[in-house]
């Protein structure tokens, strides 16, 4: 949302769910994120997760979508 944007609250839930990968045993975790989507990018390259191999084509609503993978060590 929006108005939520620069609140601090992402960061805040990221790094609740990184915590709680590393209590887990994670040594590593992997997303998917919209090609199309700089801000969100953004976001998680500021938090220390970095573009993976990995590409593809999916379908959201009926419009096709390229997401990239994202991957970040826990170690």
């Known amino acids: 949302m929006p108005e939520a944007w620069g609140s601090g609250a992402g960061s805040a839930l990221m790094a609740a769910v990184i915590a709680a990968l590393r209590a887990n045993g994670f040594a590593a975790a992997h997303l998917w ?8 990018r953004r976001f998680y390259e500021r ?18 979508v390229t997401e990239v993978r994202y991957r970040i060590s826990l170690g």
């Open 33 to 40: 994120v919209l090609e199309d989507n700089p801000r969100a």
């Open 47 to 64: 938090e220390g997760w970095s573009p993976a191999d990995g590409r593809r084509r999916e379908e959201f609503l009926g419009v096709p």
